[in-house]
């Protein structure tokens, strides 16, 4: 049975585990830039391998299932870690743009914003900035900006930039300053965040003296009942 | 030799830099080496404690001896990196107010150097351009913002500049009060988890002696080994521990 299935892992493992992929998962991969080939590859290679050495039973099928998984979940992973570096570097761009929307339109605010502006926008922010300088009212341009994402912040920060732009009434200036105070508890929060992610070390950390402790015992424990038993049970 | 392996960057750190002969002067080289004696007693007293031979013994002491220049060298650089922190976020805030009195980067600069530190001095001695100079200082994203307010209000004009500067002179404050607390709290909880390691170590004490009791194993050659090796963790985990003082204290993600 498992040299059957293992033939039919290598002949149909390649194209079924194409045909078994989240759609979410390929995005996934396209929006990271990463590269699908080498996935599928590594994780064909992976799952056969697992099914060849793992003994045939429930084993070899939590490990092959564990290699197919493993990707996805490091996707997920750096997916969310990307995520969340955008957010914080998007608030910190809109903290720049704060100070450059003093003393320029919106246009030329953003413009100037990307020099300095994070890695992560900057190609971003240059199409946005081409868009609108063709047509500065240009609504699709601040609404689909970094659309892919998917992100609140992002969106609603564009819509109050679009009404701040175009309309550039008292009401949206208001509304504008409003974001601004948010988007500043934003990055308080996310370094509050950060902070607390480094000391959540110490938590775990703090389980090391009792694993050593506990191993020790166990390992004296043994030590003395061997040395016990060196001369054999006595009856 | 996991020890030595672990260790071995720090090594090479600290023979490449030298940190300890250029921060310490002569009464804190007092303080360190009674602190470091206390600490070889201390060990060789739990040693004895534990029974071990004198072989193990001088191996437990020779990582002492290592890991202690380690950690000072962890607590040289988490103390120099506050210094440059407070200095910097200072420099930052008296930057702040000069601009809003002389509305001039130039002046502003000028009158913040007259009692900044060295380090920073020194940046701004290399060119002429003051933005240029001021990104190199750091760069972090509030610099680059006040970088920004400083050009556009001296380009366009100073009548937004006031209610900009109160802002970044707020986010400066809080950026330094949110720092200040989790170093704070960083140290608190490294204090914890030394004590948990010296518990760590009574239990095991008080282990050992109850099953001595049942047999002699004192003198067996794996019961050195066992203890020689909890001994050695403890103090390679305490130095882990102590890396994280290391951290940068500006956050890696803020900085553009």
């Known amino acids: ?235 | 030799m996991i020890f030595l392996l672990v260790v071995s960057a720090d090594i090479l750190d600290i023979l490449r830099h030298k940190p300890l002969k250029q921060a310490i002067n002569k009464r804190t080289f007092h303080k360190l080496l009674l602190l470091f004696l206390m600490l070889l007693g201390f060990v060789g007293l739990i040693g004895r404690l534990f029974n071990l031979n004198f072989k193990y013994l001088t191996y437990l002491l020779f990582m002492c001896v290592l890991t202690f220049f380690i950690m000072v060298n962890f607590l040289l650089q988490h103390l120099t990196m506050q210094q440059k922190f407070m200095e910097l976020s200072q420099f930052m805030l008296k930057l702040c107010i000069y601009f809003r009195i002389y509305q001039k980067t130039h002046l502003s600069v000028i009158e913040t150097l007259k009692d900044a530190p060295k380090w920073i001095v020194d940046v701004f001695d290399q060119g002429l351009i003051v933005s240029a100079d001021l990104y190199q200082l750091s760069d972090h994203y509030l610099m680059k913002s006040l970088v920004e307010i400083f050009d556009a209000s001296e380009t366009i004009g100073m009548l937004h500049a006031d209610v900009q500067l109160k802002r970044l002179e707020y986010d400066i404050e809080v950026w330094m009060s949110q720092t200040r607390i989790h170093q704070k709290e960083a140290i608190k909880l490294l204090k914890r988890l030394m004590f948990l390691f010296v518990m760590g170590i009574g239990i095991a004490y008080v282990a050992q002696n109850m099953l001595a009791t049942s047999t002699q194993i004192h003198t067996h050659v794996r019961y050195q080994w066992i203890v020689f090796t909890f001994l050695g963790m403890t103090l390679m985990g305490l130095l882990i521990a102590c890396k994280r003082l290391t951290q940068p204290w500006i956050l890696k993600d803020e900085c553009l």
Not at chain 1, 142 to 151: E, L, Q, S, T, V
């Open chain 1, 1 to 235: 049975m498992k040299w059957i299935l293992m033939i039919f892992l290598l002949g149909f493992g390649f194209p079924l585990s194409i045909k078994l992929e989240d759609p979410d998962f390929i995005k996934k991969c396209n929006l990271l830039d990463l590269n699908m080939k080498k996935i599928r590859v590594i994780r064909y290679i992976e799952i056969n391998l697992l099914w060849w050495v793992l003994p045939f039973g429930y084993l070899s099928f939590i490990g092959v299932g564990l290699g197919y998984y493993r990707h996805i979940f490091s996707v997920n992973a750096k997916f969310n870690s990307f995520k969340r570096n955008l957010n914080l570097q998007f608030s910190i761009w809109l903290r720049m743009m704060e100070v450059l929307l003093a003393y320029n339109t919106v246009v030329v605010a953003i413009g100037k914003s990307i020099d300095k502006a994070p890695l992560l926008m900057k190609s971003h922010l240059e199409s946005l900035y081409e868009a609108l300088l063709e047509d500065p009212n240009n609504q699709d341009a601040y609404f689909g900006f970094m659309g892919y994402m998917d992100d609140l912040n992002i969106g609603r920060a564009m819509h109050h930039l679009y009404r701040y732009g175009t309309l550039g009434t008292e009401d949206a200036s208001t509304q504008l300053s409003g974001l601004i105070q948010d988007n500043a508890e934003h990055l308080k929060t996310h370094r509050k965040q950060q902070f607390e992610d480094r000391l959540n070390f110490y938590s775990w950390y703090g389980l090391l003296p009792m694993l050593l402790v506990s191993a020790t015992f166990l390992a004296l424990m043994f030590l003395v009942l061997s040395n016990l038993m060196e001369g054999g049970w006595q009856v």
